[in-house]
Nanobody, 123 residues
Framework: QVQLVESGGGLVQPGGSLRLSCADSGSGFSINAWGWHRQAPGKQRELVAGITRGGTTTYANDVKGRFTISRDNAKNTVYLQMNALKPEDTAVYYC?????????????????WGQGTQVTVSS
């Protein structure tokens, strides 16, 4: 069983930055991909960014150039650095992990999810 714990959400003004963290409990040999998804009120959950153990990344078009996903394998932690935040980035952000990465939808295969962290971009 893999446990994922997100942190780092909060309230930030437009144009500001936040860094989200997702610590996993020691994902084991079967987990090789991690992702960040978000869900805004009244909308479907969508992929924001994904990364493989080898460092391959994928991003949603509307966050490219603003968000950066990274992973510290020694700390079993995935990060999402979010810069130039916009009000439309407001959502609950979820971390997940799986066996492999689909570039259009994120981790697949025996997927685990975190509980989510709220990000609010507002003046």
């Amino acid at each position: 069983q893999v446990q994922l714990v997100e942190s780092g959400g909060g309230l930030v003004q437009p144009g500001g930055s936040l860094r989200l963290s997702c610590a996993d409990s020691g994902s084991g040999f079967s987990i090789n991909a991690w992702g960040w998804h978000r869900q805004a009120p009244g909308k479907q959950r969508e992929l924001v960014a994904g990364i493989t153990r080898g460092g391959t990344t994928t991003y949603a078009n509307d966050v490219k150039g603003r968000f950066t996903i990274s992973r510290d394998n020694a700390k079993n932690t995935v990060y999402l650095q979010m810069n130039a935040l916009k009000p439309e980035d407001t959502a609950v952000y979820y971390c997940n992990a799986g066996e492999r990465l689909r570039l259009d939808s994120g981790p697949i295969g025996n997927v685990y999810w975190g509980q989510g962290t709220q990000v609010t971009v507002s003046s």
